[in-house]
């Protein structure tokens, strides 16, 4: 195991679905994940400007971007997706055998970015499905003034399977909670991991600084995930461990 993964984090996981590794990740991993946003972030505009348009999905140039499954388009980011922190994390949460599920950068432009509203992962899905991990990465200093993420403890909110989730028409967000239970906010210095299971609800709120909040989530299922009926994995499945070894290409 990581030597910055220890024994509670996993009884942590087990019993209230996260943890959280501060300042973990090495300065050279945090450059790359800078360049790469700055990287990808210029591909979308590229983009926009190739559409006449300013916004790509629920992109919109200068305020918000959510930038997916693109870990291969920008130089060396998968030196980061498939590390061995990741690896580490995976082993300790979901087991030896990994694959790479979903990459996302999700950035909210200074006093623009949107909150979100709690959810779980897997309540994006839609059907049954092993559950998977979350590694939630900040790029910058997260802050509760940035809208930094907040995460529910099971012992809190007293669920720990998928619940059903509400569809926002005005955002496209889902939402399964709507009580008061506050959760724990992760205010933590950039190079930090928020690691929690796709049935852990969470939420994020708006960014009031002047500052872009940066953060990059990586999620790990410990099978290839199908939609009912189809062949073809949903999202990546690319092989990541197995037997508790590196297959991926980094």
């Known amino acids: 195991m990581h030597p910055l993964i220890s024994k509670t984090h996993q009884e942590q996981f087990r019993e209230e679905g996260f943890f959280i590794l501060e300042g973990v990740i090495p300065e050279a991993h945090l450059e790359i994940l800078r360049d790469s946003c700055d990287h990808l972030i210029e591909a979308m505009h590229a983009e926009m400007d190739r559409l006449g348009t300013d916004h790509i999905h629920i992109s919109h140039r200068g305020k918000r971007y959510h930038i997916a499954k693109q870990y291969d388009r920008a130089p060396r980011l998968a030196e980061f997706v498939f590390s061995e922190l990741m690896a580490d994390i995976c082993r300790a949460t979901i087991g030896d055998t990994a694959f790479l599920f979903y990459d996302q950068y999700v950035v909210k432009a200074a006093e623009q970015g949107m909150a979100f509203s709690w959810h779980q992962d897997s309540g994006y899905l839609g059907f049954p499905h092993t559950p998977y991990v979350t590694c939630w990465t900040a790029v910058d200093d997260m802050t509760l003034a940035n809208g930094t993420a907040h995460v529910m403890p099971f012992s809190q909110i007293g669920i720990r399977t998928l619940v059903e989730h509400e569809h926002d028409v005005a955002t496209g967000d889902k939402a399964g909670y709507f009580g008061d239970a506050p959760g724990v906010p992760a205010i933590v210095p950039a190079g930090s991991v928020v690691v929690f299971s796709s049935l852990s609800f969470h939420r ?6 002047d500052q872009m909040r ?25 092989p990541f461990l197995e037997n508790g070894r590196k297959i991926a290409p980094a």
């Open 204 to 209: 994020s709120g708006p960014n009031t600084t």
């Open 214 to 238: 940066r953060a990059y989530v990586t999620q790990y299922s410990p099978e290839i995930i199908h939609r009912p009926g189809e062949t073809e994995p949903m999202h990546l499945g690319v």
